[in-house]
């Protein structure tokens, strides 16, 4: 059997290298550490980017099992911030010097949703004198509507598949026409085909979640070709159906140790796209966002949700962004990031370099 020494010299990683990696510790998780360090440097630099982070909106009609905001949840107010608000967020962000925003909200499809998207983006870039880069996560639409939001001004977008495992998959969804794997992943090939930067990601710790599941995971991120990446660790909340199996979650330890694992040996596997850390991480213990960083990511999606909408979009319980105020929360970022010997990239895109280099490549080379 291969050491992970010399597992991570390989340029390519089968499912066993894999599972070898993510069962590292000690001396052995010091080396994948410090060898993503030595990729990112190389591939990446030191800089940070930042994205301002909106949750546009928490009305969904989805009910995945672990979400917080799913439909089935009568506990939330359900809320759309209006648009005047979001333009204000946006030249915020700009003020702030963070080159992009991502806007976020649950899953609507209808005609009045697709279009106040549209009119939505053409705004913002307008109010921002089109600096601003501008990313989406806004779950499965139809290849039209793509289309519109991206000739509209969005450049990136972002879809979880969440877990690439299609057995795993239908124990985190309902399994229906509104759930479907399959869609899920056709969406994804649609967003590469319209020509977003396309982002995807998974959620690690989950019941029933096993290393060969996050090997397959990093396996399929790699053979779909993703140009940003942002998982983190799954994180129970009391009133959603996957809240039964709070009993076999990994320990909270356990479960920041395995999302910072996973988020180097991505960057090992894949070195030059966009990894993000995410708010997720910070949730489980303050200081995991830098440490994510350390170990490969490049990414922080800094939220700046008014105050008065973020207690409601709730995905998961004790999430911290709901107390941070956004510009105190960008002065601690700040030292945060230089204490670990990085810095901001200032009135900059950002963009996934991985992108830069091989447009629509994966369009040709998808084999998953
Ligand atoms: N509705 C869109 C979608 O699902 O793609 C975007 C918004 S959704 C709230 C964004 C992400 O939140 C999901 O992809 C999921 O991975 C994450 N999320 C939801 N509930 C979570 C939980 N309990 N723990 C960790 N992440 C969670
Ligand atoms: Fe809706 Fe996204 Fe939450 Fe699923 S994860 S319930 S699609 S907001």
Same mark, same amino acid.
């Given at each position: 059997?291969?050491?992970?020494?010399?597992?991570?010299?390989?340029?390519?990683?089968?499912?066993?290298?894999?599972?070898?990696?993510?069962?590292?510790?000690?001396?052995?998780?010091?080396?994948?550490?410090?060898?993503?360090?030595?990729?990112?440097? #190389?591939?990446?630099?030191?800089?940070?980017?930042?994205?301002?982070?909106? /949750?546009?909106?928490?009305?969904?009609?989805?009910?995945?099992?672990?979400?917080?905001?799913?439909?089935?949840?009568?506990?939330?107010?359900?809320?759309?911030?209006?648009?005047?608000?979001?333009?204000?967020?946006?030249?915020?962000?700009?003020?702030?010097?963070?080159?992009?925003?991502?806007?976020?909200?649950?899953?609507?499809?209808?005609?009045?949703?697709?279009?106040?998207?549209?009119?939505?983006?053409?705004?913002?870039?307008?109010?921002?004198?089109?600096?601003?880069?501008?990313?989406?996560?806004?779950?499965?639409?139809?290849?039209?509507?793509?289309?519109?939001?991206?000739?509209?001004?969005? #450049?990136?977008?972002?879809?979880?598949?969440?877990?690439?495992?299609?057995?795993?998959?239908?124990?985190?969804?309902?399994?229906?026409?509104?759930?479907?794997?399959?869609?899920?992943?056709?969406?994804?090939?649609?967003?590469?085909?319209?020509?977003?930067?396309?982002?995807?990601?998974?959620?690690?710790?989950?019941?029933?979640?096993?290393?060969?599941?996050?090997?397959?995971?990093?396996?399929?991120?790699?053979?779909?070709?993703?140009?940003?990446?942002?998982?983190?660790?799954?994180?129970?909340?009391?009133?959603?159906?996957?809240?039964?199996?709070?009993?076999?979650?990994?320990?909270?330890?356990?479960?920041?140790?395995?999302?910072?694992?996973?988020?180097?040996?991505?960057?090992?596997?894949?070195?030059?796209?966009?990894?993000?850390?995410?708010?997720?991480?910070?949730?489980?213990?303050?200081?995991?966002? /830098?440490?994510?960083?350390?170990?490969?990511?490049?990414?922080?999606?800094?939220?700046?949700?008014?105050?008065?909408?973020?207690?409601?979009?709730?995905?998961?319980?004790?999430?911290?962004?709901?107390?941070?105020?956004?510009?105190?929360?960008?002065?601690?970022?700040?030292?945060?990031?230089?204490?670990?010997?990085?810095?901001?990239?200032?009135?900059?895109?950002?963009?996934?370099?991985?992108?830069?280099?091989?447009?629509?490549?994966?369009?040709?080379?998808?084999?998953?």
């Amino acid at each position: 059997m291969k050491t992970v020494a010399e597992i991570i010299e390989q340029n390519a990683f089968s499912h066993s290298d894999l599972v070898t990696l993510l069962a590292a510790e000690g001396d052995d998780l010091k080396l994948i550490y410090d060898k993503a360090a030595e990729v990112k440097a #190389k591939y990446i630099g030191n800089k940070v980017y930042l994205r301002g982070l909106v /949750e546009y909106s928490n009305k969904c009609r989805k009910n995945c099992y672990y979400c917080g905001i799913r439909l089935g949840n009568a506990k939330v107010n359900r809320y759309t911030i209006d648009d005047d608000e979001v333009v204000q967020a946006a030249k915020y962000i700009k003020q702030l010097g963070y080159g992009s925003m991502v806007l976020q909200s649950g899953e609507l499809m209808t005609p009045t949703f697709v279009d106040a998207i549209e009119r939505l983006l053409l705004r913002i870039h307008e109010a921002t004198d089109h600096t601003l880069g501008i990313t989406l996560s806004m779950g499965e639409q139809s290849e039209d509507t793509y289309r519109r939001w991206f000739d509209a001004g969005a #450049k990136r977008y972002l879809l979880r598949i969440e877990s690439s495992t299609k057995e795993l998959y239908y124990k985190l969804h309902p399994d229906d026409n509104t759930h479907s794997y399959d869609i899920r992943l056709e969406a994804l090939l649609t967003l590469r085909k319209v020509g977003y930067q396309v982002g995807s990601g998974v959620m690690i710790g989950l019941p029933f979640q096993t290393l060969d599941h996050l090997a397959d995971d990093l396996l399929f991120l790699q053979s779909l070709d993703v140009d940003m990446v942002g998982m983190g660790p799954y994180i129970e909340h009391s009133d959603t159906p996957l809240y039964q199996y709070r009993y076999l979650l990994p320990s909270v330890e356990h479960r920041l140790e395995l999302s910072l694992k996973m988020v180097a040996i991505l960057r090992i596997m894949m070195k030059d796209i966009n990894i993000a850390a995410t708010t997720a991480l910070q949730t489980l213990r303050a200081d995991a966002r /830098e440490q994510a960083v350390v170990v490969g990511a490049n990414i922080i999606m800094p939220n700046v949700t008014p105050q008065s909408f973020r207690k409601q979009y709730f995905l998961y319980q004790n999430k911290t962004v709901v107390k941070d105020d956004a510009f105190a929360y960008h002065e601690q970022l700040e030292q945060a990031i230089k204490a670990i010997g990085c810095e901001i990239g200032y009135n900059a895109h950002g963009d996934s370099k991985h992108f830069e280099r091989t447009p629509l490549m994966s369009l040709w080379g998808y084999n998953y």
